[in-house]
């Protein structure tokens, strides 16, 4: 493992969740010249549908796809090219990846390596850990009791081990997705658990690539301005031994590869950009910068790191009754409130049954209206819509009540709002409802192993953390929950010399989630930008444009380096992942709906050539 001068270590990021496209995989085996192929498919919400997958089948809870498609589609590649993997597929069963992968060898006449990384499953510590009265880390709460699965978030540093005892591909369990790159830089290069600024640039690095084309212009705010789709080129890192690379893609393929969209994706989902807490790692991105080397290379350095912290935060899963969904295409005049009231109407007659039956209330009910932009709350502009999708999605302990609601979906068909039709919508079923709940878990409490050849080892990892928090910077904003009434009305008058239009007109952004948080990332598409989102775009605006979401306090962290902020929204996502009722339950569309909010520019900003631009987004804001 040299750390000489100039050498490279190329990834190729094939997946950033279980799911994602077949081509990935052949595409950069076959397409780009790499050391390492990851692949990252785990999220809180898929490590909830593997819990309710495994028990029903005890050889079920890993990432299918992962052996099935992309395996069999490039191994024999693999082995040519001498092209390591590091996935994270095993899931909940990571023994049951391998052995099926093993399997796969065999047929294919292919002979690699496999490690499996160990000791992320803590399910047999939740009865101890209850009876010690352990609260969750963002509610306070104590455990649910229907645990079904517990799985710590490892680090690189098994990994780094499984590949030094000659892994050709580590599977690892839960892991925070950016491990599946650091491991293999640390392995490389040979950094050490207290190369903390390394270690955060290498985190970083796996962080960009870590939901596949999200990095080669996949959700860009410019969507318009990606070309060829269909074709997009997954993303290729350039690692240098500092820590430093540059993100590029295969050659002649699709997607883009732009500082601003590289920016997007290093705030996706991040909360503090000075504090991201990694097992191996605190990382501060604050300082970050991109720099456009060519069409198709971004230069990423100026990472810093901070000593880990001592614990493991656990993703635990529990079963909390069942759920399920009706849905009717409502046609015509006043069609948003028709399916409303034929929504309303359904949960009112299904009570009266439950009532009659000795059935238990619903434990949740939501009724939105798919066109009238429900997402958008009170700045939706199709309140006059007239072809809708009614949702209404409701929660039971009881899977026969459930049965009853599904029966009552397709009498609206008949006897209620005229205009009332559907594809072929069949009667809904029902499903187990298996939530998230997570905690901190000492890192001395867990013996992390790694099984090469059958033969297990013992990872060792420092558990004494020493990060200390520090204060938050001045330039850290916060906004209280809002106490009560109606949010403060912007003005509606446009100051002399200024130009009102949308946010988007001068930022970019991308959000997501992490539990019952969504965070948005806003990027300056000039610095000269950066002081209008500064003064205009606060945690209070934000707070007011969203207070038909969020229940908790926002806040706004600076990120000076990319000319940027990152809000980060509490209690905004109606509980989160498998919790939330809600169309966007993973706070996916919050970045687009605040690009919509009004901003007021200095009219020398924004330059001659962009009238036509200013005409069509005041006619938009006038819509």
Known sequence: MSESKGRIVRIGGASGFWGDSSVAAPQLVLGAKIDYLVFDYLAELTMAIMAGQRAKNPEAGYATDFVDVAMRSVLPELAKRKIKVVANAGGINPQGCADALNRLMDELGVKLKVAVVEGDDVSAKIPALRAAGLKGMFTGEPLPERIVSANAYLGGIPIAQALAAGADIVITGRCVDSAVTLGPLMHEFGWKADDYDRLAMGSLAGHIIECG???????????????????????????????????????????????????????????????????????????????????ERVRVSGGRGLPPTDSYKVSATYMDGFRTAGMMVIVGIDAVAKAQRTGEAILERTREIFKQRGLPDYTATKIEVIGAETSYGPHSRARGAREVLMRVTVNHTVRQALGIFAREIAPAGTSWSPGTTGPGFGRPSNSPLVKQFAFLLPKRDLEVRIVVDGTPQIVTIPVDGGYRPAAEAADTLTAPPLAGGAPAVRSTATPAGKVRVPLVRIAYARSGDKGDNSNIGLIARKPEFLPVILEQVTPEVVRDWFAHMVKGEVKRYAVPGIDAVNFLLFQALDGGGTASMRLDPLGKGMGQILLDMPVDVPADLLSADDAADRAGAAAALAA
Not at 217 to 231: C, E, I, Q, R, S
Not at 249 to 278: C, F, W
Request: aromatic share 8%.
């Open 213 to 295: 084309a999200q990095a080669t212009g996949g959700l860009h705010t410019d969507w318009d301005k990606v070309p060829d789709w269909a074709h997009i080129g997954y993303p290729v890192l350039e690692c240098e031994a500092d820590g430093s690379f540059i993100v590029t893609k295969p050659a002649n393929t699709g997607g883009l590869i732009s500082a601003k969209a590289v920016a997007e994706q290093m705030l996706y989902e991040i909360g503090d950009p000075g504090a991201y807490i990694l097992p191996d790692v605190v990382c501060d991105f604050r300082q970050v910068t991109m720099v456009q080397e060519g069409p």
